[in-house]
């Protein structure tokens, strides 16, 4: 549906990039109400800034602005009669107002002056959204500008925990709703791939390994071998003196080491690669901690000439923080080895320099808070930043049913099992409710991994929580298969309408129409704030609403058996409603099954 065809300027249009313009030019006619108001009284205060808000209850209008109480406020008057007064002044714009898209405005008490959107608005979402399918809702408003991204970031070769899964989901998503938004991201996955530990490993790998068993299943075998490491040294502590031996070998480039530690790596990525493979995630670098350390000398002689470098106990080269509340940082022992603090400012200022971010963006779980925040001051101290922002994306801890077994097994194969069991699950439901659909196995796939993203992302990153398989596979919940549901119905309704007719004429929306196409211009909005604040869980919400939505409509009106007009119509609500969920899905990094 165009436009033009309803008689509507597009300028009002649901255009992600034309909604902006629309508040802006609404914040405009709003400003030159109050100018002209001041010009009746003579009087000349500052104008405070307009704001527009969108009202939680729809009586209360689309949109809605305080000025008239703010004024009220600073110049000690009845904010209602100020709000009156520019509710007169506006209605004489009136034909500015249904350029907008606007309908009715309305002053009411104590103070606010609420806006509804017009028919002709609403259906000009429709059409946008028809128009322009999975790029609905993108905006430019990161142009030109950069973002890195480091997450997900394993330890190789080491017992890792949950927090991998939660940081390399979370880091993807934000880095989509980056890329919606328009900005460039550069993604990093900064491995844990240097420090003591490989000493132990090499020693372990040396007197008990085998090189078979560790190709067959890389992961877990180096583990096996760490975890021996430690319990034979509990017999005899001299181990631990043979493997800082063969750890420094490795730093000083011993060429059996060095190709020991090249194997190890080489084979844990290969598998990584698998999980990552099926998660969906995907890194542009992946520098590690060894990337950066013939990088490490420069940032500690920086350090040096600016006078923050201190020595400590036994020759350290430490940087008192104590009056940053941050403690004191160290950042190189007294044997010349190097830390994981050196080698993250030393990959700052790589960052910073080469890739030129006005953001990096670390997600990486709370309990390294402290660490960061060293870096991070010590980086501004030094001068490492070149103007990027750094910012810590935490998140709380979260536990998932068999996060158990994480401590003995890798948690690359721990991570395996738990999406196992989700498509497990899923490949249950799925027989029990729909035992003739096709592709089942994969659909299971869809439904399972979609589940436990689902499940992470659209919780509160900053609060801890322990997820259950019920709540995370629940059909009727907010969760991933109702939303699935949900789609999968959509597009059943469409494949089943004959029609190819996409025009139509209806004369007033019903409740549970208008209510589907208030949320759906708004999606550009929620996910500019999603972006804003790291918290992809406010897509989640809205989409989980927006599907809640849906079923009210599908329940209390007919779509296929409508009549004519109405019936084109909802066809095209239906579509719309199913573009918006499948393209907020996608900024989860959720794949949807188009049947279920
Ligand atoms: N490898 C670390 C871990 O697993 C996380 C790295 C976080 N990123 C960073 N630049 N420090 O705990």
Redesign the pocket.
Known sequence: MSLKSCGFDPLGGSNPQEVKTMYDELKKLIKDAVKSQQDDCGCSFDIPEVELEHPKDARFGDLSTNIAMKIGKQQGKNPFTIAENLVGKMDSGQARMTQLGIKKVEAVKPGFINFYLSKDFFLSVIGDIAKQKEEYGKTDSGKNQTIVL?YS???IAKP?GV??LITTLLGESIKRIYQFTGYKTITDN???DWGTQFGKTIYAYKNWGDRQEIETDPINELLKLYVRFHEEAEKDPDLEERAREEFRKLEEGDKENTELWNWMRDESLEELAEVYKRLDVSFDYYNGEAFYNDKTGEVISILDKKGILETGKEGAKIVDLEQDDLRTALIQKGDGATL?LTR?LA?IKYRTENFKPVKIL?V??NA?GL??AQ?FKIAEKAGFQNGAELVHVKFGSMRFPEGKMSTRKGKVVFLWDVLEKAKDKAGKIIEEKNPELADKEKVAEMVGIGAVKYAILSHNRLTDIAFTWDKMLSLDGNSAPYIMYTYARAKSILRKSETKNTKFRIQKLETEEEDILRRLYQFSEVVEKAGAEYQPNNIATFIYELAQDFNTFYNKLPVLKADGDAKGFRLALVAAAAQVIKNGMQLLGIDMPEKM
């Open positions: 480091d970031h394993p330890n890792i927090h991998h900064f491995l844990g994981y993250d990959a670390y990486v779980e390294q660490h960061l870096a």
